[in-house]
């Protein structure tokens, strides 16, 4: 019985929508005949889906002298949805100018449904305001069809959709600017270490520098390291024992530095010219035969022994005894 008169209900309901519609179109023909203007609403269709979108047309065309105004429309037209509303677009033919514009509407419902009447303003030459209403457009909204005598089927899974190279652009970006920024940083990290190194401080031998410094050239010249070809382990024995002396005797951390850095600092010391001369005269035979493979003559060596003596005595700490005074 409910099912009966809810199809009744629907029958009327349409029934009277069409009577309306016809009322409408009449009345606004009326008027627009009377007004020489026209007012037209126009769509893609009379039937769509739940949810789908209808481009509605309104076109409105009057004498060129005759002053128009559009309707404003928010959220409805009709009893459908507004989506969106176009710009106003004029055209002039002769006398007439014609305006349109586009609506695009949609209902989220099932069920019949109307677009329209919009009422436009209108003021003719004489100053006289009047109303035009445009016709009606009926829509018919129906659900998704669905076959009832088939089993509901699972949730699908989401489907996996490939990835684009164009989707891993801002992690790669970000990765190079990572990886620029910890080589600068290192960079700079390692710039600033060798200009200021950290320098672990070797403790002092019980003797003063130049005994110390004499003592181990005594044993290195009683190995005989050259005179039975251990020529680089000679000369290298040597510029450490000279290197540790300048640390020894002047706080001077040379045994980390190489010979050209002892030949640019060397001046900041209190070392004599012919002092200077002597250790720099070792230190780069030493180099020649640690790193370019020098042989030298042996007469050669005994020179480098007998100069590094020679510096010793050149730069040792005189120890100033002062005397005791006492009164009788």
């Given at each position: 019985m409910m099912k009966?008169?809810?199809?009744?209900?629907?029958v009327n309901n349409k029934l009277a929508q069409i009577i309306l519609f016809c009322f409408l179109v009449f009345f606004s023909s009326e008027k627009s005949a009377a007004q020489n203007i026209s007012a037209t609403l126009k769509a893609d269709s009379t039937h769509i889906v739940i949810g789908d979108f209808l481009n509605v047309k309104l076109t409105v065309k009057y004498p060129k002298e005759t002053n128009v105004t559009m309707p404003s429309v928010f959220d409805t037209v009709g009893n459908m949805e507004l989506v969106k509303s176009s710009k106003i677009d004029t055209t002039i033919s002769g006398d007439t100018k014609t305006v349109t514009q586009i609506f695009i509407v949609s209902a989220y419902d099932?069920?019949?449904?109307?677009?329209?009447?919009?009422?436009?303003?209108?003021?003719?030459?004489?100053?006289?305001?009047?109303?035009?209403?445009?016709d009606y457009v009926f829509v018919s909204?129906?659900?998704?069809?669905?076959?009832?005598s088939k089993p509901i089927k699972p949730i699908k899974a989401p489907i996996d959709v490939p990835y684009s190279w164009k989707e891993f652009i801002p992690y790669i970006v970000g990765g190079?600017?990572?990886?620029?920024?910890?080589?600068?940083?290192s960079f700079y990290y390692m710039r600033r270490i060798k200009k200021n190194p950290v320098i672990i401080e070797r403790p002092k031998?019980?003797?003063?520098?130049?005994?110390?410094?004499?003592?181990?050239?005594?044993?290195?010249?009683?190995?005989?390291?050259?005179?039975?070809?251990?020529?680089?382990?000679?000369?290298s024995r040597l510029t450490d024992i000279l290197r540790l002396y300048l640390e020894y005797r002047y706080n001077w951390f040379a045994l980390?530095?190489?010979?050209?850095?002892?030949?640019?600092?060397?001046?900041?010391?209190?070392?004599s010219n012919e002092a200077k001369e002597k250790l720099l005269m070792i230190l780069e035979q030493g180099d020649l035969v640690k790193f370019a493979k020098m042989f030298p003559l042996p007469n050669v060596n005994m020179k480098a022994m007998e100069n590094s003596f020679?510096?010793?005595d050149l730069t040792e700490q005189i120890e100033?005894?002062?005397?005791?005074?006492?009164?009788?």
């Open positions: 009966v008169n809810s199809e009744k209900s629907k099932s069920g019949n449904f109307h677009v329209g009447p919009l009422m436009i303003l209108s003021k003719n030459k004489s100053g006289a305001i009047d109303t035009i209403l445009s909204v129906s659900t998704v069809a669905v076959d009832t190079i600017v990572l990886l620029l920024l910890i080589v600068v940083l031998p019980k003797d003063p520098a130049h005994i110390w410094a004499r003592k181990e050239l005594k044993i290195l010249e009683e190995e005989k390291r050259w005179q039975h070809d251990e020529i680089k382990i000679y000369y980390e530095s190489t010979t050209e850095e002892i030949s640019k600092n060397i001046s900041s010391y209190n070392i020679s510096f010793i100033v005894k002062t005397e005791q005074k006492i009164d009788v």
